[in-house]
């Protein structure tokens, strides 16, 4: 997929969130010999500096990687934004990052100045982007109000916004105004750690393709133009949840996907998280 400021992004990303530390390089060095080219983690999943690690381990030109991290929550706000991101890029020991998100929106429920300090917060993500320390910015778990607001008094438009994105949670109205703005989509816990897999519809079309339920959940995902984020630490599951992106799913199919209600997942309104 091409992003708004004509950065590529892979179409399928690895994620590393609830990952161990010390499962963190091996399971990324394996998504990389696997094939993987884009690798999702957080300040928050503490495993930055082994992200680091496999990527140079791996041997691959870095200009063919995609590396995303994210501002923690603790560290909203304009200089703490700049100083999290300084500290992001350290443990992971690169140059640059390909893609910064803001990992959660500051809530109304929760903060009085929620505005100002998502805006300041995306004001530092605008400067990183200017000075070129970061390829492309985002947003996460923000809804199309938290959107609205930020675009109030944003300079530069998000590119990215990722979400909770699996079967029976589609956020169709987030998804609808994101293709209006421009801002790709990206789906977290597609698989729904797993509870997916088990659904009859979606064993029912694993069997008449002959492959993995998993595979048949992502390539559902990346049919509904939304790019996965999936992890695993199984080196197989790994291999295998790659080979979705050549899965073609007919429209019957992914309607019958797209349909089913009540299948698992946290189902979060951001504006009730307050994680720190
Ligand atoms: N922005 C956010 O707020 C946010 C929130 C959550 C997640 N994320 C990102 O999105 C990524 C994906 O979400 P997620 O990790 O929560 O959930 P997920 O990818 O939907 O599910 C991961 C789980 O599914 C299992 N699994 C993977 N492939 C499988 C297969 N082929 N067959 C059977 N089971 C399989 C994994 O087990 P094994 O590891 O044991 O193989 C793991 O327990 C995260 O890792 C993170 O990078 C972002």
């Known amino acids: 997929m091409i992003l708004s400021n004509g950065v590529v992004i892979p179409d399928m990303g690895f994620g590393t969130y609830k990952m161990a530390p010390e499962d963190t390089r091996a399971s990324v060095l394996c998504a990389l010999q696997s094939g993987w080219r884009h690798v999702d983690t957080a300040a928050f999943y503490r495993n930055e500096a082994e992200v680091g690690q496999a990527v140079r381990e ?10 995303t991290t994210k501002l923690w929550n603790t560290d909203r706000g304009y200089d703490s934004a700049l100083r999290a991101f300084d500290r992001s890029l350290e443990a992971l020991g690169l140059d640059y990052i390909d893609l910064y998100l803001i990992h959660w929106p500051a809530s109304p429920f929760f903060w009085d100045n929620w505005k100002q300090l998502n805006a300041d917060s995306w004001r530092a993500l605008e400067r990183l982007y200017r000075e070129k320390r970061v390829r492309a910015i985002g947003l996460s778990n923000y809804m199309p109000r ?5 675009l109030e008094t944003a300079e530069i438009k998000p590119m990215v916004d990722q979400i909770e994105f699996h079967p029976g949670w589609m ?10 703005e421009g801002m790709a989509v990206e789906a977290w816990a597609p698989l729904i750690k797993g509870e997916a897999l088990g659904h009859p519809v979606i064993t029912g079309i694993a069997a ?3 492959c993995s339920p998993a595979r048949v959940v992502l390539a559902w995902v990346l049919a509904c133009g939304v790019i996965p984020l999936c992890k695993s630490v199984t080196p197989s599951r790994i291999a295998d949840n790659l080979q979705a992106a050549s899965l073609r799913l007919t429209k019957e199919e992914v309607d019958a996907i ?3 209600h009540d299948v698992g997942g946290r189902c979060y309104n951001p504006d009730n998280c307050n994680f720190k």
């Open 208 to 210: 008449s393709h002959g």
């Open 58 to 67: 791996s041997g691959i030109p870095r200009e063919e990687l995609f590396i």
């Open 258 to 260: 797209s349909a089913l």
């Open 171 to 180: 956020q169709r109205d987030c998804l609808e105004f994101c293709a209006a």
């Open 146 to 150: 938290h959107i609205k607001a930020l």
